[in-house]
C-alpha cells in the first residue's frame, strides 16, 4: 500500500483535518463545518446501479466518506462528503468521482425503497405507524422509481485531495475528457467536475484559508520538489502534531527522528536528529572498518555527540537497543 492508502488516509481522517480542508473547499477558509458535525460513514460502496435490470452489483472503495450535519439557519443541514486522495495525476478522475456519487445516490434510493412497508395501507398515499415502522401505500409511479413525489436525496460532495509534487496536468471535468465534434450537443450532456485541492497549484496567500495545521502541511507539500530540508528551515522552529510530523515524513520522504516533546514535534530539531543520526553512523562505520573496539567507539560518540551511551549501543547493535 502507498502512502495515500496508509499515512494520508489516517491523516485526514482526522475530523479536524478533514473539516479544514471542506471549509477551505467549499466556504473559502470560512468555518461552517464544525469537527463535532461529521460522522464516519462506510467507505465501501455496494449497490445495484440504479435501473440495472441485470441486478449485477457493483462495489467500489471510497478513500474517506463522513456525514456533516448541522443546524444552518435554524434548518438541519446533512451533506454527504467523501475524499480521494492521490499522489499521482489520475486522468480518469471526473469518471471515477463522477460514479462513486452515482452509486451514493443509487444507494440512498434503495435505502428509501426498503424504509417504505406496504402492508396494511390500503389506499394510495396512505401513510400508517405500527410499531414505529412506516407504512405507506406508494401510488404506481412511485413504486416505479421506489421514491414518493416529494422524497429528496442528500447531496454528496467529492474532493480529490493531490499531494503529487507536479501540477495536476489531468482533466478538471466530464467535459474535458470527451471528444465532441458537435458544439451543439454540450446541450443534451451532463458535465461532471472535480472539486481539486491541490497544494502545488495554490498561491502562497491560499495557505491562510486553512485554520489548522493542515495548511503547514499543505505549503510544505507545494515545495517538496525543491530542497526538503531548506523547506523546514525557512519555515522556522515550528511544533505541530505526531499526526502532521508523520504524515509529512511519509509523503515527503523525509526520513526524519522525531522526538515528542510537549506541544508537539518540532521539524527542524527533527531534521537535526536526523542528520546527527546520519553522521554518527557514518563515524562508526569507519571506526569499525579500523578495528576499533565497541568500547572505543562508545566512548568516542559520547565525548564528540554528547549522547548517551544508550543512544550509541541502539545504532551499534539495534537488537540490544
Same mark, same amino acid.
Given at each position: 500500500?502507498?502512502?495515500?492508502?496508509?499515512?494520508?488516509?489516517? /491523516?485526514?481522517?482526522?475530523?479536524?483535518?478533514?473539516?479544514? $480542508?471542506?471549509?477551505?473547499?467549499?466556504?473559502? !477558509?470560512?468555518?461552517?463545518?464544525?469537527?463535532?458535525?461529521?460522522?464516519?460513514?462506510?467507505?465501501?460502496?455496494?449497490?445495484?446501479?440504479?435501473?440495472?435490470?441485470?441486478?449485477?452489483?457493483?462495489?467500489?472503495?471510497?478513500?474517506?466518506?463522513?456525514?456533516?450535519?448541522?443546524?444552518?439557519?435554524?434548518?438541519?443541514?446533512?451533506?454527504?462528503?467523501? &475524499?480521494?486522495?492521490?499522489?499521482?495525476?489520475? /486522468?480518469?478522475?471526473?469518471?471515477?468521482?463522477?460514479? /462513486?456519487?452515482?452509486?451514493?445516490?443509487? #444507494?440512498?434510493?434503495?435505502?428509501?425503497?426498503?424504509?417504505?412497508?406496504?402492508?396494511?395501507?390500503?389506499?394510495?398515499?396512505?401513510?400508517? *405507524?405500527?410499531?414505529? *415502522?412506516?407504512?405507506?401505500? +406508494?401510488?404506481?409511479?412511485?413504486?416505479?422509481?421506489?421514491?414518493?413525489?416529494?422524497? #429528496?436525496?442528500?447531496?454528496?460532495?467529492?474532493?480529490?485531495?493531490? @499531494?503529487?509534487?507536479?501540477?495536476?496536468? !489531468?482533466?478538471?471535468?466530464?467535459?474535458?475528457?470527451?471528444?465532441?465534434?458537435?458544439?451543439?450537443?454540450?446541450?443534451?450532456?451532463?458535465?461532471?467536475?472535480?472539486?481539486?485541492?491541490?497544494?502545488?497549484?495554490?498561491? %502562497?496567500?491560499? @495557505?491562510?484559508?486553512?485554520?489548522? %495545521?493542515? !495548511?503547514?502541511?499543505?505549503? +510544505?507539500?507545494?515545495?517538496?520538489?525543491?530542497? $526538503?530540508?531548506?523547506?523546514?528551515?525557512?519555515?522556522?522552529?515550528?511544533?505541530?502534531?505526531?499526526?502532521? $510530523?508523520? @504524515?509529512?515524513? $511519509?509523503?515527503?520522504?523525509?526520513n526524519l527522528e522525531f522526538e515528542v516533546e510537549p506541544g508537539g514535534v518540532d521539524m527542524c530539531k527533527s531534521m537535526e536528529r536526523r542528520d546527527q543520526k546520519n %553522521?554518527?553512523?557514518?563515524?562508526?562505520? !569507519?571506526?569499525?572498518?579500523?578495528?576499533?573496539?565497541?568500547?572505543?567507539?562508545?566512548?568516542?560518540?559520547?565525548?564528540?555527540?554528547?549522547?548517551?551511551?544508550?543512544?550509541?549501543? &541502539?545504532?551499534?547493535?539495534?537488537?540490544?537497543?
Amino acid at each position: 500500500m502507498g502512502v495515500m492508502d496508509t499515512e494520508g488516509k489516517q /491523516y485526514l481522517s482526522n475530523p479536524v483535518f478533514f473539516a479544514d $480542508a471542506f471549509n477551505y473547499l467549499l466556504y473559502d !477558509g470560512e468555518q461552517v463545518i464544525k469537527p463535532d458535525e461529521l460522522q464516519e460513514l462506510d467507505t465501501t460502496e455496494l449497490t445495484v446501479p440504479y435501473g440495472n435490470n441485470a441486478r449485477v452489483p457493483v462495489q467500489k472503495y471510497r478513500d474517506l466518506l463522513k456525514m456533516w450535519n448541522a443546524m444552518m439557519d435554524e434548518n438541519a443541514i446533512y451533506v454527504i462528503l467523501g &475524499a480521494e486522495l492521490q499522489d499521482k495525476v489520475h /486522468y480518469g478522475m471526473p469518471v471515477k468521482d463522477g460514479l /462513486y456519487d452515482m452509486l451514493g445516490y443509487s #444507494k440512498q434510493i434503495a435505502e428509501i425503497k426498503r424504509s417504505y412497508k406496504q402492508e396494511d395501507a390500503t389506499e394510495e398515499g396512505e401513510i400508517t *405507524v405500527d410499531n414505529g *415502522v412506516l407504512k405507506i401505500k +406508494l401510488t404506481s409511479e412511485e413504486f416505479l422509481s421506489g421514491l414518493r413525489k416529494d422524497d #429528496k436525496l442528500i447531496p454528496i460532495i467529492t474532493a480529490v485531495v493531490y @499531494f503529487g509534487d507536479e501540477p495536476w496536468d !489531468g482533466p478538471k471535468s466530464l467535459f474535458e475528457m470527451l471528444d465532441v465534434r458537435d458544439e451543439r450537443l454540450y446541450r443534451f450532456l451532463s458535465d461532471y467536475k472535480l472539486n481539486l485541492i491541490s497544494p502545488v497549484d495554490m498561491d %502562497e496567500d491560499e @495557505f491562510e484559508k486553512f485554520h489548522t %495545521e493542515l !495548511g503547514y502541511a499543505m505549503r +510544505l507539500l507545494k515545495h517538496q520538489s525543491e530542497d $526538503a530540508d531548506e523547506i523546514i528551515v525557512r519555515e522556522g522552529h515550528r511544533k505541530v502534531s505526531s499526526e502532521t $510530523a508523520y @504524515f509529512l515524513n $511519509a509523503a515527503m520522504k523525509l526520513n526524519l527522528e522525531f522526538e515528542v516533546e510537549p506541544g508537539g514535534v518540532d521539524m527542524c530539531k527533527s531534521m537535526e536528529r536526523r542528520d546527527q543520526k546520519n %553522521e554518527v553512523t557514518g563515524v562508526i562505520k !569507519g571506526m569499525k572498518l579500523m578495528g576499533a573496539s565497541d568500547n572505543d567507539i562508545i566512548g568516542k560518540i559520547v565525548e564528540t555527540y554528547h549522547v548517551t551511551r544508550e543512544y550509541v549501543l &541502539a545504532l551499534l547493535a539495534p537488537k540490544q537497543a
